[in-house]
């Protein structure tokens, strides 16, 4: 399943997230460790929906990278 990742640069390292797997989040010293980490994270956390009986979240979103004249 392919899944949309935010991935953020924050003041202490990076951050990452799902808007498809809402709760679902990561954090690392770098880039590569936060995207290692939520793909370890979604893994786990759709592992846990299937245990529980839960329906596997849809992928719905998509990211887009538009350039804004200012």
Do not use: N, Q
């Amino acid at each position: 399943m392919k899944l949309l990742m935010i991935v953020e640069e924050t003041s202490t390292g990076w951050s990452a997230w799902s808007p498809d797997l809402p709760g679902c989040v990561a954090t690392g010293r770098t880039r590569d460790d936060a995207e290692a980490e939520m793909a370890s994270a979604a893994r786990f956390h759709m592992e846990g929906l299937r245990d529980a009986g839960e329906p596997l979240p849809t992928s719905r979103s998509y990211a887009k990278v538009v350039e804004v004249a200012g």
